[in-house]
């Protein structure tokens, strides 16, 4: 195996193989799915170490539902994995280097429909229509040719966390 296919091989693939390893604690019964016990150890850990209150069970419900991105009312390892890491995405008019790897696919530096469409995985029903429209939009407002470059992917990934998160 060539040293091009093995780095390709390693490289994750979608946005939830970010955070996998990191946070695959949290699906403790490693059933696929979040339980909302799960969900609220998680957020324990993570309120916990960044001193912040806990969630009541009503805003842990709500986060249940804002992270079941196909809004089937099961909360999938994948979808919550998803969701953190498009959060996390882009910080302080930057995007994080690592998620612009996924993206990136054929290393040429800039992001085309395919790369988008396959980076973010399955987010729902209208998901394919979401991911389009989203790329589309930020294509055309940045006159990027279908090429997004690391700015116009930034955007396209805080318009694609308000399409599906909400904010």
Known sequence: MGCDAARAAA?????????????????SDKDGLISKSELQSLVKNVS??????????????FSM??????????????????????????AEDAVDADVYNVFDRNANGTIEQEEFRAGLGDV???????????????DRLSDSGGHLNSSAFGNA????????LGY
């Open 124 to 138: 729902g029903s209208n998901g394919d229509a979401a991911k389009d429209f989203v790329y589309g939009r930020v």
């Open 48 to 61: 916990t170490e960044a001193n912040l209150p806990l969630v009541d069970g009503d805003q842990l419900d």
């Open 157 to 164: 990934l805080v318009l694609m966390r308000a399409v599906l």
């Open 11 to 27: 490289q994750p693939q979608q946005l939830a193989d970010l955070l996998r390893e990191e946070f695959g604690f949290v699906d």
């Open 65 to 90: 539902k804002l992270f079941d991105l196909n809004q089937d009312g099961k909360l999938t390892t994948e979808e919550l994995l998803r969701a953190l890491v498009l959060d996390g995405a882009v």
